[in-house]
């Protein structure tokens, strides 16, 4: 019933910045605890960030730490992943991922594409 799109991908050089967002529809947002994943070529996906539903909460992987931040806008359905000085080692699909109350991710946005390369 929740459905997730990513948007604000592109192509941005090292050291550069972008902004992801993840607009939601169906259910109560403002009661999923939110994630964002990312996955390159021929890896498996891996954990970015999360957020809770009220935003009191987040959590980041040691790879991301201090250069990413998640937030969220409940009034908007929207939860938005701000990238900072951005490597190549960065260069994957991200998605955008929604829990509910059994606090596993059971919806999934189609993902959008960051390439970071000079």
């Known amino acids: 019933q929740v459905q997730l799109v990513e948007s604000g991908g592109g192509l941005v050089q090292p050291g550069g910045s972008l902004r992801l967002s993840c607009a939601a529809s169906?259910?109560?947002?403002?009661?999923?605890?939110m994630g964002w994943f990312r996955q390159a070529p021929g890896k498996e996906r891996e954990f970015v960030a999360s957020?809770?539903?009220?935003?009191?909460?987040?959590s980041y992987a040691d790879s991301v730490k201090g250069r990413f931040t998640i937030s969220r806008d409940n009034a908007k359905n929207t939860v938005y992943l701000k990238l900072n000085s951005l490597k190549s080692e960065d260069t994957a699909v991200y998605y955008c991922a929604a829990a509910g109350v059994g606090r596993t991710y059971d919806y999934w946005g189609q993902g959008t594409q960051v390439t970071v390369s000079s």
């Open positions: 957020i809770s539903s009220g935003g009191g909460s987040r």
């Open positions: 169906g259910g109560t947002f403002s009661r999923f605890t």
